[in-house]
């Protein structure tokens, strides 16, 4: 399938059109950003890493009866997937406190919670991706009633199902960001699944293999992505 024209450039990804109404290329830039673009840099090679390792997760999770917009992987930054109409949400599913949680409510980092967290946030940069909650998503008809539940449901299977597939490579989930989108009037799994949008730490020695290094300035970073890649294919 050939790419065609851009229809959008985002921070991590370029998406353009191809010669199917019904699909769409995700291009995977090694570009990185933290805390809503304030923190900018490149991580080698991440473009190339992001596209195998999120690849692999979605046909996991498609093998496991879960539908994502993944068809398959064009190149080696380049993924034919579903056009679909994203939700303008991020739902995010926290199994240990880290990140913006730990900020919000004083928390230490590592804290296990003792059931996991799914959280809403509003896509859009411009007010820097706030939390809000179910009512918010009613009131302004972000999402019907049923892709509500839909999205719910998948999340919080989509955790079980990945932290058991991270947990046999050693890795712990500790977090992760999803993205929905509308696909022939279903709900169906988006954007990507990768380093950028997992925390993951290694079982043991606590080592953090994700996007934390780059925010944290922890160096090693490309390292990290690669050996997540490395567990993700063996
Ligand atoms: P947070 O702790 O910064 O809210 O992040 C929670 C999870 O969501 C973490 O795994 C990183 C991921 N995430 C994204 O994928 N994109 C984002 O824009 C943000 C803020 C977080």
């Known amino acids: 399938m050939q790419k065609r024209d851009q229809i959008y450039e985002g921070k991590a990804k370029i998406l353009y059109t191809t010669d199917s109404p019904d699909h769409i290329i995700q ?16 991580i080698q090679d991440k473009g190339v890493m992001n596209n195998k390792i999120s690849s692999r997760i979605f046909e996991f999770l498609q093998s496991q009866g879960i539908e994502t917009h993944f068809e398959k992987m064009l ?65 302004l008809k972000f999402a019907s009633e049923q892709e509500l539940e839909t999205m719910k449901k998948y999340a919080f299977k989509i955790n079980e199902l990945m932290s ?53 300035d922890l160096g090693n970073i490309a390292e990290a992505y690669q050996e997540v890649l490395s567990r993700v294919t063996k």
């Open 164 to 216: 058991k597939f991270f947990l046999k490579l050693n890795l712990e989930l500790i977090d992760f960001k999803l993205e929905f989108g509308r696909f022939k009037g279903k709900i169906i799994l988006a954007d990507e699944i990768s380093p950028d949008t997992c925390r993951l730490w290694e079982v043991g020695t606590g080592k953090k293999l994700d996007k934390d290094r780059f925010r944290q």
């Open 75 to 139: 190149g080696d930054r380049e993924m034919l997937v579903k056009r679909v109409q994203i939700v303008p949400l991020e739902v995010i599913i926290r199994n240990k406190a880290a990140g913006s949680l730990c900020r919000l409510l004083g928390l230490k980092e590592g804290l296990a919670l003792a059931c996991p967290v799914l959280e809403f946030c509003f896509k859009e940069d411009k007010l820097n991706d706030p939390m809000i909650n179910e009512y918010h998503i009613r009131a």
């Open 27 to 42: 291009y995977f830039k090694d570009d990185a950003t933290a805390f809503n673009a304030a923190k900018k840099g490149t």
